[in-house]
Structure formats: structure tokens, C-alpha cells
């Protein structure tokens, strides 16, 4: 299985990036997809996710700011981030997890490599 993300990036504050995870060797429409971010100095934290059948869910700090979508004919998903602000930099980092999401790292199966995405302000 491999999880590649992607679409990472310098951007001001205010600004916008859509990162993309493609997925492979999987069964990627069984899968519920997370989004998680490493801050430097920082845990790994819960970003949001989206089900196998389009529901998401988001912490609080990006609720109204990012969109998660999922197009399972491209085994790809999104993260959509608007009004960026600098504690939006990090790593981010995309995970599946099968039928069921979670918002702990450990609870899912597999994981990507991970994009920069720095915010300057």
C-alpha cells in the first residue's frame, strides 16, 4: 500500500492550498481517509477526515477553514485549506483507515510521507 501525498507549499497568510493524497494497493473506496499535521516541536494532531461514503469530520482549529473530499474513481483525496494562518504550518500527513475513521494516528492502517506546508505571515 502506498499513501503519496502531495500539493505542499509556501504560501502567505490568507492564502489557500489544496494537498491531494493518492492511494494505491488498496481498496481505496473501503477505506476512511485522515488528514493529521506536525507542527515543529509539536505532537502529530487530528485534522479531519472523511468516511468511505463523503461524511467528514474536522478539529476544531479548522472547522470552516479546510474541506476534506474524496474522489474514490481516482483513489485520491483532498484537503482543501483556506484563510491559512501560520499555525497551519506543519507536515501533513494522510492515513486510511478501513470502513471505520478515527482521529487517533495509531488508529489507522496505513500512512503517507508527507507534505510541507509553511504559512508565513
Known amino acids: 500500500v502506498q499513501l503519496q501525498a502531495s500539493g505542499g507549499g509556501l504560501v502567505q497568510a490568507g492564502g489557500s492550498l489544496r494537498l491531494s493524497c493518492a492511494a494505491s494497493?488498496?481498496?481505496?473506496?473501503?477505506?476512511?481517509m485522515g488528514w493529521f499535521r506536525q507542527a515543529p516541536g509539536k505532537e502529530r494532531a487530528f485534522v479531519g477526515y472523511?468516511?468511505?461514503?463523503?461524511?467528514?469530520d474536522y478539529a476544531a482549529s479548522v472547522k470552516g477553514r479546510f474541506t476534506i473530499s474524496r474522489d474514490n474513481a481516482k483513489n485520491t483525496v483532498y484537503l482543501e485549506m483556506n484563510m491559512l494562518k501560520p499555525e497551519d504550518t506543519g507536515v501533513y500527513y494522510c492515513a486510511a483507515k478501513y470502513l471505520v475513521p478515527g482521529i487517533e494516528w495509531d488508529d489507522y492502517n496505513y500512512w503517507g510521507q508527507g507534505t510541507q506546508v509553511t504559512v508565513s505571515s
Open positions: 472523511v468516511w468511505s461514503g463523503r461524511a467528514t
Open positions: 494497493g488498496l481498496t481505496f473506496s473501503r477505506y476512511a
